[in-house]
T-cell receptor, first 113, second 113 residues
Framework: DTEVTQTPKHLVMGMTNKKSLKCEQH?????MYWYKQKAKKPPELMFV???????INESVPSRFSPECPNSSLLNLHLHALQPEDSALYLC????????????FGQGTRLTVV | QQQVKQSPQSLIVQKGGISIINCAYE??????FPWYQQFPGKGPALLIA???DVSEKKEGRFTISFNKSAKQFSLHIMDSQPGDSATYFC????????????WGAGTKLIIKP
């Protein structure tokens, strides 16, 4: 199983809503990532979890709150987002050391209205 | 120093032709160079990757050529097919940064039947 599964695939939310994005992998990977991708741009790294601990936060606004409940799951909690936060949110995972191949999920297309 | 410059921005190739995408980097500490393929509405998928101790790596119709002295690497797609139409991203990373990917800007490839 080389899949990273993200839910939901699409999400429309108002600026006052609270929602969560979910990501799951069963490859035994100990590094998990959240990326944000705007149209026609490369993915931008938001957060990295290594062995369930937050190791990198790329100066992301506090309206985005990551959570890693266990080694297979990664959540991104969203609150009070702005329309400019509309984007494709990608989850990825990789082995924490050595092998560097990162597997990406299909993403959640988020629209903030 | 952290940038990866990718060209061209877009590319149109006839079916059966060779598609060539180029990337250049500055940081000589980079030690892993992957190429990702992304179809619309999907997450990026690792296509092929190379380390600087080899000058070429081939997997099927896809070849990476690596020129360490010039700090350049390129992706060649032989016998290009309409199904290869996608956006291609080069990237670079290094072990001491926990293999965070530094992405090129992307190339939109269209293969004309």
């Amino acid at each position: 199983d080389t899949e990273v599964t993200q839910t939901p695939k699409h999400l429309v939310m108002g600026m006052t809503n609270k929602k969560s994005l979910k990501c799951e992998q069963h490859m035994g990977h100990r590094a998990m990532y959240w990326y944000k991708q705007k149209a026609k741009k490369p993915p931008e790294l938001m957060f990295v979890y290594s062995y369930e601990k937050l190791s990198i936060n790329e100066s992301v606004p506090s309206r985005f709150s990551p959570e890693c409940p266990n080694s297979s799951l990664l959540n991104l909690h969203l609150h009070a987002l702005q329309p400019e936060d509309s984007a494709l949110y990608l989850c990825a995972s990789s082995q924490a050391n050595g092998n560097t191949e990162a597997f990406f999920g299909q993403g959640t297309r988020l629209t903030v209205v | 120093q952290q940038q990866v410059k990718q060209s061209p921005q877009s590319l149109i190739v006839q079916k059966g032709g060779i598609s060539i995408i180029n990337c250049a980097y500055e940081n000589t500490a980079f030690d892993y160079f992957p190429w990702y393929q992304q179809f619309p509405g999907k997450g990026p998928a690792l296509l092929i990757a190379i380390r600087p101790d080899v000058s070429e790596k081939k997997e099927g119709r896809f070849t990476i050529s690596f020129n360490k002295s010039a700090k350049q690497f390129s992706l060649h797609i032989m016998d290009s097919q309409p199904g290869d139409s996608a956006t291609y991203f080069c990237a670079a990373s290094r072990m001491d940064s926990n293999y965070q990917l530094i992405w090129g800007a992307g190339t939109k490839l269209i293969i004309k039947p």
